[in-house]
DNA sequence: ACCTGAACACCGTTCAAGT
DNA sequence: ACCTGAACACCGTTCAAGT
């Protein structure tokens, strides 16, 4: 009787378990996220990884809060709140953006994990630190997520993208189909696609926090 | 033989299909619409709908079309791009807002329907014919956007709801769970449970549509 | 303690058969 | 032209049986 060398050395476990599923959903897309294919990348039968994660949902909640992880928390850095949040909010549009299945599947799901609440937290924390009232954070967060959030899922929408020739073979494509129709929007797509997404969320952002600072003084 | 007058009086057609589409997901969530319940709502099994729908897909772009729709298109008023622009930004916002579904949906779709692209492009009408050079529109275009979709997920997303008993129960839970390790997000979470979902995004789209003016002069 | 095969209740979709 | 039953290739999940 032989035995399997590889599976010994790195047991099943629920870490594993959802870093083969980030690792699967990268490569294939989450659609293609099943428990049989994933139980497959791990060499076991699906029946198995119900041994040490709760089911499917347990799995995508974990790979959102590795998101959430990944993103981190805002340092305090002596009060200069804007750079803090900069930083922070550009870590999580970046975070989001390597993950194609990132967007979709925080829209769809409940965030209650404790990596999101610390992000939420600490970035609370910075704003308070700075001496802003509690309802201006309150009013903070709304516009400062919204834009990350809003951000992100434009960064990931596949309409526009200009890596592949397939991408540019769709927009000839779509622009054939309702140039004539949308011309102003014929006019906007080669923005689109030429655009540099960090200046460009830089450049909402900067509004954003400026526009937070004038409603305090 | 007897004959079924409902179905004879409406026949099946897309239009119909993708409206009782919308119902049932508006109703049982949109992880219960499937073919065969859709099919069962419409008194027909669910291989008939393939007679008059691509197929699941075109189903889900068709819903996706109606929303677009549903929002029309920013009117031109005689040079007042910003209350053109807040009019159909907030609109966007309600119309996504009544969908639990809407933005998991489109945030995990290519928009390439007519009713997005005419949207868009009126939308980028208004502000040119204000006099913005195109660059500045492309840079209004992605910010306002992603103001409306982040802030329509936030409205959307179920974690901080305030309409029923059972989100003052899951508040309640979470703040137990949570409380002392994250006081900040204790201390804002009343404020996300009674806020005017109205009033919060007007505050930021007031900031972003004076931030882009103030880039023109 | 962990893994597995068989089974259950679902999916989307195709296709030949009916009318 | 439109509807249907049977079938195919998938799902997530349970559970008794194995080691």
Redesign the interface.
Known sequence: MTVDETTLRTPLTRKRIIEAAVELADEQGIEALSMRKLGHALGVEAMSLYNHVGGKDDILDGMVDGLFAEIGVPLPNGGDWKSAVTETATRAKDVFAAHSWA??LI??R???G?SA??L???T??VL?DAGYP??L???A???I???????A??E????WGKDSDHDHAKADA?LRE?GE?????A??VP??ME?SHDE?FQ??L???L???EA?LS
Chains 1, 2 share one sequence.
């Not at 990931?156 to 309409?159: F, K, V």
């Not at 129709?181 to 929007?185: E, G, T």
């Open positions: 967007v979709p829209t769809s409940e965030l209650t404790p609440f610390a939420m937290d600490r609370l924390g308070l509690m309802d954070v309150h009013h967060w709304h516009v997520s919204s834009h990350v959030m809003g951000y899922f434009q990931t929408s596949s309409t779509l309702y129709q949308f011309p102003n929007v006019k906007l923005h689109l655009c460009e450049f909402g900067d509004i954003i400026s526009g937070i409603r």
